[in-house]
């Protein structure tokens, strides 16, 4: 099996690509893992999405077809999912109903430093996905609130999460069937 993380944060030392490697850290060592990069993704123009596609974009479908499952951690920015997010989303969701995020099993994560911990972004995160026949592991949402006081240098630090994390994590794993 092979999952492959997205991270909806660009920022080097990010909550939410922290949660990622963490969620990544608790599948078992016979699970290939890897976490996509989509920081040199270019603005999606339907003009240059033809049959010779920008590299990132190339590397980022390539990454997601060849992967079993996603887990997406996105932070949530004004209420919303992030712009680096949804352009790469935008860009691997073609050809419409045909994509590699069609039927890809899916776990959505956020973290952020509100008390709400990114829970808008996770309904918004939904309607795209849903969008996409990308069928989202059906779980209650998984937020980390207050997040700068539960990772530390990059390490899911706060116990409590790590645990919930976990459980998750093993549930998603028995969803994928693998």
Known sequence: ?????????????????????????????????????????PLYNQ??????????VVRLKNAIAEADALIIATPEYNYGVPGPLKNALDWVSRPAYKSVLAHKPTLLLSASMSP????????????VLAGTL??????????????????SGGELTDSDTRQRLERLVTDFQAWVGR
């Open 1 to 41: 099996m092979k999952v492959l993380a997205i991270s909806g944060s660009l920022r080097k030392d990010s909550l939410n690509t922290s949660l990622a490697k963490a969620a990544l850290a608790l599948l078992p060592d016979s699970v290939e893992t890897e976490v996509a990069e989509i920081g040199d993704l």
């Open 134 to 151: 990308t069928p989202v592991f059906c779980a209650p949402e998984f937020a980390v609130p207050s997040a700068q006081n539960k990772f």
């Open 116 to 127: 709400m911990g990114g829970v808008r972004a996770q309904g918004q995160m939904k309607q």
């Open 47 to 56: 003009d240059i999405d033809g049959d010779d596609k920008p590299e990132a």
